[in-house]
């Protein structure tokens, strides 16, 4: 393994502990919205569509296929 290899994978996992990180931060706002809001639809939609573009983002890999794409 060369030393872009290894910077490539800390990089990598950098990156998935603070996508991680954001989940768990947005889940939380999530559960208080859900706790102290009597109608709490209009606040959740954008906590619901900011984690799934998240996990499209980072753990589909929808961003590398998008640069594939640009490349070939």
């Known amino acids: 393994m060369t030393t872009e290899d ?3 994978e800390k990089s990598e996992w950098g990156t998935g502990w603070k996508v991680f990180a ?3 931060v947005l889940s939380a706002l999530e559960i208080a919205v859900t706790l ?3 109608n709490p639809l209009p606040f959740l939609t954008p906590l619901v569509l900011a984690k799934a573009g998240l996990i499209i983002w ?3 890999r929808l961003g590398n296929l998008a640069d ?4 070939e």
């Open 6 to 8: 290894k910077k490539g």
């Open 22 to 24: 954001a989940l768990v």
């Open 36 to 38: 102290a809001i009597a």
């Open 58 to 60: 980072y753990f589909m």
């Open 68 to 71: 594939k794409e640009a490349t």
